[in-house]
């Protein structure tokens, strides 16, 4: 049966080229076009090396290629015989070519080799063998768009696991969210510039709420419901200096958490008034000493007697002193011990030279906030004995009848040289001798332009027993490389250029002073008893120079501490929350100076225009006004005006 119909294949077919059967048995003349392709596609098969690409239906030549193992080249001339512009304009013609080959090898036998290799030639236009599939183009890589996260809604987050029914924790999630409202609230209506980069917008309470939520939920499973109760009791409690305390160390660690992010820039203070203006606003922010003696402040001049009783209640002691590092005792020996030349007994002296700070307090009623040390993180309660070790153990005194015994003070005497347009920047740095804490340094610069007018090294009266350089910043090669200091010579430092272009600048050379009396009596020549003193913990730099200056302005008392005195913020806590400026590197291997004094007092200055900036502020909202470059009050302002018409 399969044999006959074969031969119908031989026969011409009675429809001739008007055939439209879908597999036609008889012969038609496009038959032949169909093997002649087939045939040419079997040829590579005998000698693919000489073998020619068949032409397309239009007849134009194409260019001859080895059919080797370099075919497998991703290079289009190579994959396809033509250059990818030739291809493009015989993209139409090859898929005309591809549909009218398929037609006809339909007709054949499906399962034909003749028909495969066929169709393979007539879609590619070369032999099937020869053609690899070509790689697709990667597409051109684009970095992910970060998606904004979207608004949460304040609903507790769905845990794996639930310490509590949905209910329960959404009237939990309320009342905390109600609570850290109420002291954001409270916050807003801060005045300080600070507090407004403190508060946080509506999202931020929920996302805070829901965090802190989540964080018991997890953490706290077992006692959710005690735990989440004492946190909303606590916040409850909870005043707005206390929040407000919070949420700067908040700032900090998110800080922290973006090291790598620019830090912002410190903005400028810009107080609205000339510097001869600032300088008479300066006035207004003068505080009183009286009443202040009982935190170190001394307002009158102690008396001879005072003087002789503190004398004699030393030597009764034997000089025994109390370690202000480690609080053992030890004794001194001014001008050294005869037998063996010691200045202190009772051998080195091992402590902390961190301060103390307080961990947070965790939820419950009964936890509590931990004492630890700074430089090593250790708990204060442990009996660890300290982290630095000393020569010699060191000491200091407050009481102002013993500061007299060494230098008595003095009150600024009259100066009618002084310009009453001046404001001075004041700031001490002292070190350990055999008789306490003496002065070392003493800088002074000129306010609010900070033009250094005074920077010298002073020679304590006793021996030294710790120059303090982590904090003071004056390193024993300091002292004894000091030029000396003879009247008449200018009390500036000397600035040394490296000779390197590729090395630091030296630190700047200092002249030393034979005592701190003729430090007291240069910073004498430069103010009045009207001279504005600007500086931070005035009380400390003041005694250390014996002075009594009724004229201060100091930003502890400006920015008091949330317990009041004798808590104080320090420096560099109020420079980093208030201007966003960094200061008082602390010594270490990579520095080793130490703070700087002129860096703090031109940082207290800072402090202090802001204030009269704020303030200066608040007294234009209530009516003040500048008039001929004075201010005046509301009633005066009137007067003024009247008086013009």
Partial sequence: MASSLAALKSLPCPAGDNCNAFQCLFKHNKDV?????????????????????????????????KLDSKLSSSSPLETTGQPPAVRETNQTDTRASSYTSKTQVSRSSPGSAQARNTLASSSTGQPSKSIPKAAPKAAPKTAPKAEPKKPEALNPRLLKSSPAKHDTRLKLVKALHEQYVRLNNELKKDTDKGASKLVLSDQELIVKTLDDEQEVAIKLFQIYANAIRN??????????????????????????????????????????????????????????????????????????????????????SGNVEVCDRCTRRFQVFPGRRGEDGALTSNGSCTYHPGKVYFT??????????????????????????GCTTAPT??????????????????????NPNIPTDRAICFDCEMGYTVYGLELIRLTALSWPNYE???????????????????????????????????????CKPVNVSPTDSTKRPEKPKLKLVPSPKVA????????????????????????AARIIHHACIDSVLLFPHRRGLPHRNGLRMLMETLLNQKIQKEADETAPEGHDSAED???????????VRDEWKDLRMKGWSLEDGKIVAPDEAWTVAGAKK
């Avoid at 596609?41 to 260019?63: M, V, Y």
């Avoid at 510097?275 to 009183?288: G, M, N, S």
């Avoid at 007092?601 to 204030?611: I, M, S, W, Y």
């Fill in 360 to 385: 947070e307090r965790g939820p419950g009623k009964l936890s509590k906030s931990q004492k630890k040390y700074r430089c090593c993180h250790q708990n204060v309660d442990d009996d660890s004995g």
């Fill in 520 to 543: 007291r009596d240069l910073l004498f020549s430069l103010i009045s008893p009207e001279t504005p003193l600007v500086g931070h913990g005035l009380e400390n730099d003041l005694n």
């Fill in 231 to 316: 946190k909303i009791m606590a916040y409850k409690r909870m005043n707005i200096a206390q929040w407000k305390e919070e949420r700067i160390l908040a700032t900090k660690d998110d800080k922290a958490d973006n090291e790598g992010d620019p830090p912002a820039a410190p903005e400028p203070i810009v107080t609205g008034l000339t510097p001869p203006q600032e300088v008479d606003f300066l006035h207004r922010l003068v505080w009183p000493l009286n009443g202040l003696e009982k935190y170190g402040y001394v307002a009158s001049i102690p008396s001879v007697e005072d003087i002789e009783k503190a004398k004699e209640s030393v030597e009764a």
């Fill in 33 to 65: 076009n169909i093997n002649t392709t087939a045939e040419s596609s079997e040829q590579p098969l005998i000698n693919p090396t000489t073998t020619a690409i068949p032409s397309s239906d239009q007849g134009s030549p194409r260019k001859r290629i």
């Fill in 601 to 611: 007092a031109r940082a207290a200055g800072e402090l202090v225009r802001l204030k």
């Fill in 452 to 490: 250094l007018l005074l920077d010298i090294l002073v020679q304590p009266f006793g021996e030294v027993l710790d120059l303090n350089t982590r904090y003071s910043g004056v390193t024993p090669e300091d002292m004894v490389s000091a030029e000396r200091w003879s009247p008449g010579d200018d």
């Fill in 393 to 414: 153990h060191v000491f200091k005194t407050t009481d102002p009848n013993r500061l007299a015994s060494l230098l008595n003070f003095a009150e600024t005497p009259p």
